[in-house]
């Protein structure tokens, strides 16, 4: 019998709630022997709406785009050491971009089966809805998503297995 699932995507973006994803996607992968992807995107299209709106300039963008790279390194190697834990091989990789572009573009290229994202935000208004980048990948994934709330099982689990 075929596992449903051979490739999984996670998607990192530093908060908690992607960890829970990227700990509950190890656990899968390792329990059905699927191949597992993580993604962190640098929102440079966030950085350029920033300086578009005069919030930021081209300076402060460089520095602040240095930043967040450097932040998508430490989460990506947090990522390869948790999946390293459980003796799974995990694909890492920094894109930048419009991290919903980025993605859908990475699960149609790698013909990823399953997206998992942490959490999606409860949506105020309609800015909200529009700019969620989790919602977005929600609502125009290619492939089925897994939305991992946010739990102390996960983390309980992850450490006793």
């Known amino acids: 019998m075929k596992v449903p699932y051979s490739r999984i995507l996670v998607y990192l973006d530093g ?3 992607s960890i829970n994803a990227l700990m509950y996607s190890i656990l899968l992968a390792k329990s059905t022997g699927a191949k597992l992807h993580a993604v962190y995107v640098v929102n440079t299209k966030a950085l350029g709406d920033l300086v578009r709106s005069h919030i930021f300039v081209d300076q402060e963008k460089a520095e602040y785009q240095a930043d967040l790279r450097k932040d998508a390194s430490r989460h990506v190697r947090h990522a390869e050491k948790l999946a390293s834990s459980k003796d799974l091989d995990i694909e890492t990789e920094i894109i930048e971009g419009s991290p ?9 290229a790698h013909s990823i089966d399953l997206l998992a994202l942490g959490p999606v935000n409860v949506i ?5 809805e529009l700019t969620s980048e989790n919602d977005r990948m929600l609502r125009t994934s290619p492939c089925p998503v897994l939305v991992v709330r946010e739990s102390d099982d996960i983390w309980e689990e992850f450490g006793e297995v």
């Open 124 to 128: 105020r208004s309609r800015r909200d």
């Open 15 to 17: 908060s908690e709630g």
């Open 100 to 108: 919903h572009h980025v993605m859908i573009d990475y699960i149609k």
